[in-house]
């Protein structure tokens, strides 16, 4: 795991504001909370083995079988027992990306390549990974162009990361429609989409199998009882979790206009709430230190994404309150 990667937020005190972690951080989780503590004798007993009854509520929630989906402890899990699955694949990760999948296949001795367009895929390749929508850029490839990818390479496994898909509103392909590919495996975060990255639930979809080859690699008890408890509440109440994407996106094209206004920063173009920032001098690091320090504000150092350099720091736009203490903030710093 390279240190730096993720949410930091553990080694600053009196953070009020975080935009480094890619979580919606403003939901009411005042009936999970309640739920949960009425339910905390539960831990004196093990967890089933593997949390097949909570899957079996995520397929008929996405109109699979239970077969086509594998709970995971949060998608991290699901990133190393894919890499464990497809041990010592010739893989090529489609960057800049999230950092867990190279380790992750370096752990499992992958022969590693990067490629920066989706249509660059090696012949020799065996795995393709791929964030869609991306971290840290927020775009998402056109559906029609990745599923032409996926048809003209049956014989590669494309892993496909969709945790970011509740923030998006351009079309991707569904777990229902991957499901259907006997070539493609599908990341999903319910980390992300509830925003309870502490409890740590995640889950696969796919074809049954190759969801079969990889739940051989997956150890009993990965999933704790207090998260699989989480995850019957948040689907009983998933309604409670909309996210109003449209208002999020023009909150987003709001920011990135407000931060490309200062003239220092350069604002890459994204689908999601996520907002991939380069400042034209200075470094990310001595900014985030800074916001930390002086404002309490903690955003994300960007610089040891594969292709990106010290310059580069991401945010993941909240409220519109919460953005505007953010941009003065930069602008104070930038005065400084």
């Not at 080694?11 to 309640?34: A, M, Q």
């Not at 949390?51 to 397929?59: G, H, M, T, V, Y």
């Not at 893989?91 to 752990?107: G, H, K, M, N, V």
């Not at 990135?256 to 001098?281: M, N, Q, Y």
Request: glycine fraction near 4%.
């Amino acid at each position: 795991m390279i240190q730096g990667h993720g949410d930091d937020v553990y080694k600053y005190k009196d953070i009020t504001l975080n935009f480094s972690s890619n979580v919606y951080n403003h939901f009411d989780h005042e009936g999970l909370f309640c739920y949960l503590a009425d339910r905390l004798d539960d831990v004196v007993s093990y967890p089933e083995p593997a949390p097949k009854r909570l899957e079996a509520e995520i397929a008929m929630m996405l109109g699979l079988q239970s077969g086509n989906v594998c709970v995971t402890n949060g998608a991290t899990e699901a990133i190393y027992l894919i890499a464990q699955t497809f041990r010592r694949s010739k893989t090529a990760i489609l960057q800049p990306t999230f950092s867990e999948y190279a380790d992750a296949c370096r752990l499992h001795e992958h022969q590693l390549c990067s490629i920066f367009n989706i249509n660059e895929i090696p012949s020799r390749a065996e795995t393709v990974w791929l964030c869609c929508p991306n971290n840290p850029t927020g775009s998402v490839i056109e559906k029609e162009e990745l599923v032409k990818c996926i048809e003209s390479h049956p014989a590669v496994v494309f892993v496909i990361d969709a945790s970011y898909a509740p923030f998006t509103q351009s079309p991707l392909i569904t777990p229902k429609e991957a499901a259907e590919m006997p070539n493609v495996l599908m990341l999903h975060s319910m980390t992300k989409e509830f925003a309870i990255p502490g409890l740590r639930l995640g889950y696969l979809s796919g074809s049954e199998n190759l969801l079969q080859r990889v739940r051989l690699q997956r150890m009993p008890w990965s999933v704790n009882q207090v998260a699989i408890s989480a995850g019957h509440y948040l689907l009983m109440h998933s309604e409670e979790y909309v996210l109003d994407v449209k208002a999020l996106m023009s909150e987003r094209m709001r920011m990135a206009e407000a931060l490309s206004s200062l003239g220092c920063i350069e604002v890459w173009p994204s689908d999601t709430h996520i907002l991939l920032c380069k400042l034209r001098f200075g470094k990310a690091a001595a900014l985030k230190e800074y916001l930390a320090r002086e404002h309490g504000i903690l955003i994300r150092d960007a610089s040891n994404f594969d292709g990106l350099d010290d310059s580069f720091f991401r945010i993941a736009v909240q409220t519109p309150e919460d953005d505007d203490v953010l941009v003065n903030a930069i602008l104070e710093w930038i005065s400084e």
